[in-house]
């Protein structure tokens, strides 16, 4: 087996569809260019908006617009929460956030369901605001556009707990040709691995289980989940694993093996895409197999994430996957309160090791979590600079997680209490609003358990201690898989991967496809991706 170096059916993308869409996101990145030139052409248009070489001094201290708040636009995802409708200045925590930070604070919560695709369209109109969020600095439409500002100066000047708490990885993942292109929220935990394997740890204790150390006890242990009857309804209606449509939320399965299908490896000196990676093929076997034993949910190619989350939630799922923090809420904190009289028990488990591997396991490293970009010809950049810096200071680490103090928290004896029934922000704020990665004073505060505080501590320890290496963080999309995106792991991997899973086709296919894969376009996205890591990130 090759080893990286350690440092039914859901129908494949069609061609037509795949091309449509690559012809859109062309068109879309051409709109923008032409929006913006003829803005920046039109009569009235205020040239000192472009911002400078180098932050003015004091460029906010003194003006009118700071005596009153700077105005800051922003879009950020709602992450899926309830968010309340009106305007964000209404919201008392963007209100308390504006008065902190001297700014007037406009933000659209864009649908998390379709983020990404919002904010092209928005883009294509020319409505482009101060301050955007994306999960990495390399899927922004304006840092492909060369419209990003770049952040170095600003944050020497104005950004003194950006640079004492985030650490040069993640800056790393967020400067491309020398500039920072966007402000980073760090891993969760502090943790780059920030996926997991979670366990029925009361279903282990029942049938007398042992923590699995290899991919074989890993399957040993689900089969055991098939037939002892863990959740005690007489049925056999256990799930042993559940994961999600597009092979989604299996990272740990594939990372028995050394590859996660949506990042790459640096593998004989070229960088690839892991879904072609020789150990790919041994994933896909051991998937093949929990899937004919009955080991794999029926319905991982068609599991919606309420779906999946139902089925966790109704006592039915032995082993998934997800975040570092999810290990006590949502998952400790909701079964509890769902299924008391089970005495549910969620634990995190290290990834086991995938038979004749000796490589790196479990997720691949991601530095960062969030990225938020800043337009290039916003007029205030210093004023969203210092916010995102308050926002990382020790005083907006508690806000971000606990809220207002005074209202949803106090401390008493250098202690502090937790308000949970005045926090009614608490979810959407920290996912907004988050940018550092661990503060143990506030998640001791939030779970108020010391039980469910070490299941915390012990996950982050985990994920700390695996990782698989990632050679490419930061680095755009190459240009043939962005003309190309049926070369993509959402492409055809997507069909070859399934019918190999379902035992629709020989697992031999899979060579097949690699092969085909590699003609069709997949020699150059190595070229490419590997001139890219030569230039950018080896020997760094």
């Known amino acids: 087996m090759n080893h990286p170096p350690k440092s039914g059916r859901r129908e494949a993308i069609s061609h037509m569809n795949a091309a449509g869409w690559a012809r859109r996101t062309g068109l879309i990145a051409m709109l923008i260019l032409f929006v913006l030139e003829a803005t920046a052409c039109f009569p009235g248009r205020d040239s000192s908006a472009l911002p400078p070489s180098s932050p003015p001094a004091a460029a906010a201290t003194g003006s009118n617009a700071a005596a009153h708040g700077t105005p800051l636009r922003m879009f950020v995802s709602n992450n899926a929460q309830q968010i ?3 305007k964000a200045m209404n919201l008392p925590t963007v209100q308390y956030l504006a008065r902190q930070t001297g700014t007037e604070l406009d933000i659209t919560f864009l649908p998390h369901e379709n983020y ?10 020319g409505d482009i605001p101060d301050v955007h969020m994306v999960w990495g600095a390399e899927n922004s439409e304006l840092v492909a556009s060369n419209l990003a500002l770049d952040l170095r100066p600003y944050i020497d000047a104005y950004g ?6 985030i650490p040069q990885s ?3 993942a967020v400067t491309m040709n020398g500039k920072i292109v966007a402000i980073p929220q760090i891993a969760q935990g502090n943790a780059p691995a920030e996926r997991l394997l979670f366990v029925r740890k009361d279903w282990m204790d029942k049938l007398g289980l042992e923590e699995p150390q290899t991919s074989g006890e890993f399957l040993d242990m689900l089969r055991a989940f098939r037939d002892g009857d863990p959740n005690g309804n007489g049925l056999p209606d256990e799930i042993p694993f559940s994961s999600r449509e597009k092979l989604e939320w299996a990272d740990n399965i594939f990372g028995m093996f050394g590859i996660n299908p ?3 490896v640096l593998y004989q000196g070229e960088i690839i895409p892991g879904f072609v990676h020789p150990n790919m093929k041994e994933a896909l076997g051991f998937m093949r197999t929990m899937y004919q034993e009955g080991l794999l949910d029926k319905e991982f190619l068609t599991n919606s994430r309420a779906m999946w989350d139902q089925k966790i939630k109704s006592d039915l799922v032995g082993v998934w996957n997800h975040v570092v923090f999810g290990v006590y809420d949502p998952w400790q904190k909701e079964l509890s309160s769902l299924i008391p009289e089970k005495r549910p028990n969620v634990e995190a488990i290290s990834t086991p090791r ?9 997720r691949v490293e991601k530095p960062v979590l969030k990225t938020f970009i800043v337009y290039k010809e916003t007029k205030h950049p210093e004023a969203a600079v210092r916010m995102m810096d308050w926002l990382i200071s020790e005083e907006g680490q508690l806000f971000a997680e606990l809220g207002v103090e005074g ?7 250098g202690a502090i209490q937790y308000n949970a029934k005045n926090d009614r922000d608490l979810r959407w704020r920290s996912a907004v609003f988050m940018l550092h990665g661990f503060r143990d004073q506030a998640q001791k505060a939030l779970i108020n358990n010391e039980e469910s505080y070490r299941k915390l501590l012990r996950s982050i320890e985990i994920s700390r201690k695996e990782g698989i290496p990632n050679p490419t963080s930061g680095m755009p999309p190459s240009d043939t898989m962005t003309k190309k995106p049926d070369l993509t792991y959402k492409g055809t991997f997507q069909e070859a991967a399934t019918s190999i899973i379902l035992g629709e086709k020989p697992l031999d296919t899979f060579d097949d496809f690699v092969a085909e894969w590699k003609t069709q376009g997949g020699e150059d996205i190595i070229r490419e991706m590997t001139g890219w890591y030569k230039a950018n990130r080896a020997n760094k």
Do not use: H
Request: charged share 25%.
């Open 407 to 413: 209202i949803s928290y106090t401390r008493k004896n």
């Open 84 to 86: 309340p409708a009106g």
């Open 170 to 172: 993640a800056w790393d």
């Open 116 to 125: 990404m695709e919002q904010l092209r369209l928005k883009f294509a109109s």
């Open 262 to 264: 949506d990042s790459n």
């Open 354 to 362: 995938g038979a004749g591997y000796e490589g790196s396991l479990g």
């Open 160 to 165: 003194p707990n950006l640079r004492k708490f």
